[in-house]
T-cell receptor, first 112, second 111 residues
Framework: GEDVEQSLFLSVREGDSSVINCTYT??????LYWYKQEPGAGLQLLTY?????DMKQDQRLTVLLNKKDKHLSLRIADTQTGDSAIYFC????????????FGKGTKLSVIP | EPEVTQTPSHQVTQMGQEVILRCVPI?????FYWYRQILGQKVEFLVS????????KSEIFDDQFSVERPDGSNFTLKIRSTKLEDSAMYFC?????????FGQGTRLTVV
């Protein structure tokens, strides 16, 4: 079945860039998503990318997609303490399904 | 961001009791999804619901679970006889063509 893998932890200094990586196995993925989860809270959709794109930029967020290697990354520029959270990568299967498969999440810690 | 509303935000129940979790998805959406997240683990798909019928379900979604759309706006997940291992965050999701919005979740604690 589909699988999504992420590293579990990332620690960066305030003001630096953070890069969170994700790999997935489903070659028929149509959309890939990044969600942010703060402690005890829900899943906030940060950004997403369609599988025929290789880059998407949205303010401080840059998503890069390497479809050949099935690798997705999220870059957060000028990381702030408020960015400390768990970041989930998720992929959506092919046409006809909106079901998402999630990674385990990467806990981003921002050091002041 | 469009809003998906879930109630209650937290529910504590005794093992063996029935619980009903509620969701108000984005209006006019036809697809609804339930996911759960056991503490410290992945967010897992439970079931999808389209046009008043289950369209997909996972292995987790066994006979103790059911979903209903009791009226035009509400969408429920019922767990008939809760077990300790049902303790988790339960999320409702309301997808659009290209995005998927989640509610804030219901934290279910079974004691």
């Amino acid at each position: 079945g589909e699988d999504v893998e992420q590293s579990l932890f990332l620690s960066v200094r305030e003001g630096d860039s953070s890069v969170i990586n994700c790999t997935y196995t489903d070659s028929s993925s149509t959309y890939l998503y990044w969600y942010k989860q703060e402690p005890g809270a829900g899943l906030q959709l940060l950004t997403y990318i369609f599988s025929n794109m290789d880059m998407k930029q949205d303010q401080r967020l840059t998503v890069l997609l390497n479809k050949k290697d099935k690798h997705l990354s999220l870059r957060i520029a000028d990381t702030q303490t408020g960015d400390s959270a768990i970041y989930f990568c998720a992929e959506r299967a092919g046409a006809g399904s909106y079901q998402l498969t999630f990674g385990k999440g990467t806990k981003l810690s921002v050091i002041p | 961001e469009p809003e998906v509303t879930q109630t209650p935000s937290h529910q504590v129940t005794q093992m063996g009791q029935e619980v009903i979790l509620r969701c108000v998805p984005i209006s006019n959406h036809l697809y609804f999804y339930w996911y759960r997240q056991i503490l410290g683990q992945k967010v897992e798909f439970l079931v999808s619901f389209y046009n008043n019928e289950i369209s997909e379900k996972s292995e987790i979604f066994d006979d103790q679970f059911s979903v209903e759309r009791p009226d035009g706006s509400n969408f429920t997940l019922k767990i008939r006889s809760t077990k300790l291992e049902d303790s988790a965050m339960y999320f409702c999701a309301s997808p659009t063509q290209d995005m998927a919005f989640f509610g804030q979740g219901t934290r279910l604690t079974v004691v």
